[in-house]
């Protein structure tokens, strides 16, 4: 699997955050609401004594699997559907971002509170910034419906699929290989089948002749 850390910046803690849950080892890092307040503490997103509820969990894990269907959507799978777009905007309102700007006089967008949506907001704002670079379509899932590891594509025309060649994209490649090999077999019978059927055998296996109109 390739490395999210190849991400620039603070991207990078979205695809880590995505890749929380590991799909190839079956695994998930929030399984807790204990591991979600020590991996927002350990990505500085959060105070380390925040206290986290099984509520905020799961608001958590809908934010995770929304920005997994946005990484998707960067890879050319399936646009965002209405409840996508519905759960990032109600995490965002929880959140309560705001405009501000700093000491530079640089705007930068905010929670104004310091709880768990706070946390959840500083990662959407990260992605705000992140399109505002023109790096957010880089960052991406990958298509292996049994993977959909978040990776950062460093190629030069946006045209990585997999997070691996040497898994993923061997595994997909192979599959498409057995496709291609069975398609002209399906064909073959498909065509013996119509022939047969054009033929029109009779009973006696020999082919009916259309009577004579008076």
């Given amino acids: 699997m390739s490395d999210v850390m190849e991400a620039p910046g603070k991207l990078r803690f979205v695809g880590e955050f995505v890749n929380t849950l590991d799909l190839d080892d079956d695994s998930d890092g929030l399984a807790r609401p204990a591991d979600l307040a020590a991996w927002l503490a350990h990505h500085g997103l959060a105070r380390p004594d925040l206290e986290v509820g099984p509520a905020d969990l799961r608001r958590a894990v809908e934010l995770r699997e929304a920005l997994r269907?946005?990484?998707?959507?960067?890879?050319?799978?399936?646009?965002?559907?209405?409840?996508?777009?519905?759960?990032?905007?109600?995490?965002?309102?929880?959140?309560?971002?705001?405009?501000?700007?700093?000491?530079?006089?640089?705007?930068?967008?905010?929670?104004?509170?310091?709880?768990?949506?706070a946390a959840l907001g500083r990662l959407l704002a990260i992605v705000h910034d992140a399109m505002e670079t023109g790096q957010w379509p880089?960052?991406?899932?990958?298509?292996?419906?049994?993977?959909?590891?978040?990776?950062?594509?460093?190629?030069?025309?946006?045209?990585?699929?997999?997070?691996?060649?040497?898994?993923?994209?061997?595994?997909?490649?192979?599959?498409?290989?057995?496709?291609?090999?069975?398609?002209?077999?399906?064909?073959?019978?498909?065509?013996?089948?119509?022939?047969?059927?054009?033929?029109?055998?009779?009973?006696?296996?020999?082919?009916?002749?259309?009577?004579?109109?008076?």
């Fill in 138 to 214: 880089r960052l991406k899932a990958c298509r292996s419906d049994d993977c959909l590891w978040a990776f950062y594509d460093h190629s030069k025309n946006h045209s990585r699929h997999w997070c691996s060649m040497e898994s993923c994209g061997s595994q997909a490649k192979a599959r498409s290989y057995r496709r291609r090999k069975a398609a002209p077999e399906t064909g073959s019978a498909s065509a013996a089948s119509a022939a047969s059927a054009a033929s029109g055998p009779t009973a006696t296996g020999k082919r009916e002749t259309k009577p004579t109109q008076t």
């Fill in 69 to 117: 269907a946005a990484l998707l959507a960067n890879n050319g799978g399936a646009p965002m559907s209405d409840a996508v777009i519905a759960t990032l905007n109600r995490i965002g309102r929880r959140a309560r971002l705001v405009l501000r700007f700093d000491e530079g006089g640089e705007a930068v967008l905010e929670p104004v509170s310091d709880n768990v949506d």
